[in-house]
């Protein structure tokens, strides 16, 4: 059965930062295709969202309500809900990476009532 895949505002703010910081210090065709393949994992996660690891950061603290999948460096973080995948977060997996999850994941998870926390895009549509 497909999942609906939706990614929250902060993951799309993550992913045109990613986007913009690759066309300014590297070039525009690495930063479409960057943008692309991340875009294809996020659509994948439709299929089998099982399959991602549990973030070691989180495991570490026996947290398993979230997965992430990798295009190195970069990780997708994301949480399986019901019928429905939502992705939390698209990072460079070289920065503070602990900070970062407690910050964005648990907040996220403790339903704080934020606009970036209630606006969220449907990436993929279950069918």
């Known amino acids: 059965m497909p999942f609906n895949v939706f990614m929250t505002a902060d993951a799309a703010c993550d992913l045109e930062d990613l986007y913009q910081y690759i066309v300014r210090h590297d070039a525009p065709g690495k930063a479409e295709y960057?943008?692309?393949?991340?875009?294809?994992?996020?659509n994948s996660l439709s299929g089998l969202p099982e399959r991602g690891a549990y973030p070691q950061e989180l495991?570490?603290?026996?947290?398993?309500?979230?997965?992430?999948v990798?295009?190195?460096?970069?990780?997708v973080i994301y949480r399986v809900m019901g019928d429905n995948v939502y992705i939390l977060l698209i990072v460079d997996g070289?920065?503070?990476?602990?900070?970062?999850?407690q910050r964005r994941l648990l907040e996220w998870?403790?339903?704080?009532?934020?606009?970036?926390?209630?606006?969220?895009?449907?990436?993929k549509e279950g069918n």
């Open 34 to 42: 960057v943008l692309t393949t991340i875009e294809d994992i996020c």
């Open 59 to 68: 495991s570490a603290l026996g947290i398993r309500d979230y997965r992430e």
């Open 70 to 75: 990798f295009f190195k460096p970069y990780r």
């Open 94 to 101: 070289r920065r503070d990476m602990q900070t970062l999850l």
């Open 109 to 123: 998870g403790s339903g704080l009532d934020t606009e970036a926390h209630r606006t969220i895009y449907k990436v």
